[in-house]
């Protein structure tokens, strides 16, 4: 029972463009979502959340955008660099689950020079 | 400023050995949490406590695996007899307290069944 899914293993894109990662969710009992990013070898680091309360929030070159309706969020990277190729995973936690992250699969971005 | 302070970085058990790892949170975090990530999964929660208390396990496979967070000294993952299928990066996270996004991971610990 995946509650979190990113459906793209892995993501190719062109140094300077857009890369834009997935993921979808089922329960909607869900209210805080984040993004982290996993390099090999270490753990994962936070890279930008967004509560339920919002449709977009923007840090930078990275923008999370949430469609509650869709139960679906996304992750932009624009311009793409390519020391931003590494796993994205995304995750989501729910009031009354306390303190629980439910993570998905994880996308492989690869950005090329 | 250390992060959260995973060790060992790889640990290799044979079948039927014991096997702890350890995680000492970031300095002023009271709250600990372990993952687990198969190979090619994401990772999946296993067992959240604080200080002396375990607050949510439901993680945990119901044998063989147990968590501990003393009041003095690091959080302690231990899984008995360990099988093959234990193999896995194993990430240990602090929080200051409350909600997920103060999460801090550390680097993990990569047991390897042999």
């Known amino acids: 029972d995946q509650q979190v899914k990113q459906n793209s293993p892995s993501l190719s894109v062109q140094e300077g463009r857009i890369s834009i990662l997935n993921c979808d969710y089922t329960?909607?009992?869900?209210?805080?979502f984040l993004w982290y990013k996993k390099y090999p070898a270490e753990g994962p680091t936070f890279l930008i959340s967004?509560?339920?309360?919002?449709d977009k929030n923007e840090d930078g070159r990275f923008t999370v955008f949430l469609n509650k309706s869709a139960k679906h969020l996304s992750l932009h990277i624009v311009p793409s660099q390519p020391g931003d190729s590494a796993v994205y995973f995304c995750?989501?936690?729910?009031?009354?689950?306390?303190?629980?992250?439910?993570f998905g699969g994880g996308t492989r971005l690869m950005v090329k020079p | 400023n250390a992060g959260v302070m995973q060790n060992p970085r790889h640990l290799v058990r044979r079948r039927g050995q014991e096997a702890r790892l350890r995680c000492s949170p970031m300095?002023?975090?009271?709250?600990v949490y372990w993952y687990r990530q198969l190979p090619e999964e994401g990772l999946k929660f296993m067992v959240y406590?604080?200080?002396?208390?375990?607050?949510?396990e439901s993680g945990m496979p119901k044998e063989r695996f147990s968590a501990e967070f003393p009041k003095e000294g690091p959080s302690i993952l231990r899984i008995q007899q360990v099988v093959r299928g234990d193999s896995a990066a194993y990430f240990c996270?602090?929080?200051?307290?409350?909600?997920?996004?103060?999460?801090?991971f550390g680097s993990g610990t990569r047991l390897t069944v042999v």
């Open positions: 995750a989501a936690s729910a009031r009354n689950a306390g303190n629980m992250l439910t």
């Open positions: 406590l604080q200080k002396e208390n375990i607050i949510d």
């Open positions: 329960n909607s009992m869900f209210d805080y």
């Open positions: 967004i509560s339920s309360i919002k």
């Open positions: 996270a602090s929080s200051p307290a409350g909600l997920g996004y103060g999460y801090t």
């Open positions: 300095k002023g975090h009271s709250h």
